[in-house]
């Protein structure tokens, strides 16, 4: 069955760092381009960073230069590396897989069909 496992998710000041990362298990990992989104509850879905299957990344105007997307095909794991982290940030963690195999990146959510439970980040002032 596959499965995606967020973990990492924790309570920093503002200005500190988090590692999330993302097992997944059950499928080819290393064909598919992955995903992280954010949700804060009332707001709308947020795409943050995705890297494709050949490794190309891409990133959200809020989160670029600060965010760094990362994939280890050897251990099926997707990682999102956070830094400079602001109070706005503050979200639910969600990675997601492509439904396309050997896409290049997206930041939409609806190009994704396997969600994980999510990680809570929560960055205080």
């Known amino acids: 069955q596959e499965h995606l496992v967020e973990s990492g998710g924790s309570s920093v000041q503002s200005g500190g760092s988090l590692r999330l990362s993302c097992a997944a298990s059950?499928?080819?990992?290393?064909?598919?381009?992955m995903g992280w989104f954010r949700q804060v509850p009332g707001r709308e879905r947020e795409g943050v960073a995705a890297?494709?299957?050949?490794?190309?990344?891409t990133y959200s105007d809020s989160v670029k230069g600060r965010f760094t997307i990362s994939r280890d095909n050897a251990a099926n794991t997707v990682y999102l590396q956070m830094n400079s982290l602001k109070p706005e940030d503050t979200a639910m963690y969600y990675c997601?897989?492509?439904?396309?195999?050997?896409?290049?990146?997206?930041?939409?959510?609806?190009?994704?069909?396997?969600w994980g439970q999510g990680t809570q980040v929560t960055v205080s002032s």
């Open positions: 997601a897989r492509d439904k396309r195999t050997w896409s290049h990146w997206s930041l939409t959510g609806d190009a994704y069909n396997l």
């Open positions: 059950g499928y080819n990992f290393r064909i598919y381009s």
């Open positions: 890297i494709g299957a050949a490794g190309s990344t």
